[in-house]
């Protein structure tokens, strides 16, 4: 049973950098047909996708970050990690960690984190 | 503002069955598959419906999603009480290369 798992502070400062990290358990990170992927969810509000690494490790990023989200993976620990630069208010979210299935066209997001809280103030 | 378009709520009684509807553009919608996600209160998204009408084992077949051109539907029937929830829609983006997310849909059953 797949199982992803969001970890980092829940409070950053602004102006400064938010770091997550997802672990994953029960598949391997390296495991070809599967993207890792980041997404937020702003207080009452919908989802929005931050970026993704692939099994190739092609990272994505949605342009509406302005180059502000990195993301990394450590394959030795199974884990994938996120950075975003220069926080404001405007980044408190809830962040998950959710699993994409790749196999020729995306076939969704099939394993979820349960999400962490992250507030800049 | 998000990329794809749902009505922001949506209401039924149980038994009844509810449609809730999902308009994109050529670069997403128009040249992908579509994903629904249903979100219960407090919880992370599940995946419900992929390649716009395919359902993960156990979701259950009250669940049925359909495309066409550049919109999409997601239908539930014999509605429920634990249906209801906030349902998202969602498709490959061709422009961003990743995946663009409807505002989500508040189903409430009456």
């Known amino acids: 049973q797949v199982q992803l798992q969001e970890s980092g502070p829940g409070l950053v400062k602004p102006s400064q950098t938010l770091s997550l990290t997802c672990t994953v358990s029960g598949a391997s990170i390296s495991s070809g047909g599967y993207y890792w992927s980041w997404i937020r969810q702003h207080p009452g509000k919908g989802l929005e996708w931050i970026g993704y690494?692939?099994?190739?490790?092609?990272?994505y990023y949605n342009p509406s970050l302005r180059g502000r989200a990195s993301i990394s993976v450590d394959t030795s620990k199974n884990q994938f990690s996120l950075k975003l630069t220069t926080v404001t208010g405007a980044d408190t979210a809830v962040h998950f960690c959710a699993r994409g299935r790749w196999f020729g066209e995306s076939q969704g997001m099939d394993v979820w984190g349960q999400g962490t809280t992250v507030t800049v103030s | 503002q998000s990329v794809l378009t749902q009505p922001p709520s949506a209401s039924g009684t149980p038994g009844q069955r509810v449609t809730i509807s999902c308009s994109g553009s050529?670069?997403?919608?128009?040249?992908?598959?579509v994903e629904w996600y249903q979100q219960l209160p407090g919880t992370a998204p599940k995946l419900l419906i992929y390649?716009?009408?395919q359902r993960p084992s156990g979701i259950p077949d009250r669940f049925s999603g359909s495309k066409s051109g550049t919109s999409a539907s997601l239908a539930i029937s014999g509605l429920q009480s634990e249906d209801e929830a906030d349902y998202y829609c969602?498709?490959?983006?061709?422009?961003?290369?990743?995946?663009?997310f409807g505002g989500g849909t508040k189903l409430t059953v009456l």
């Open positions: 050529n670069s997403n919608i128009g040249s992908n598959t």
């Open positions: 969602a498709a490959w983006d061709d422009s961003m290369n990743g995946p663009v």
């Open positions: 690494i692939n099994y190739s490790g092609t990272t």
């Open positions: 390649i716009s009408n």
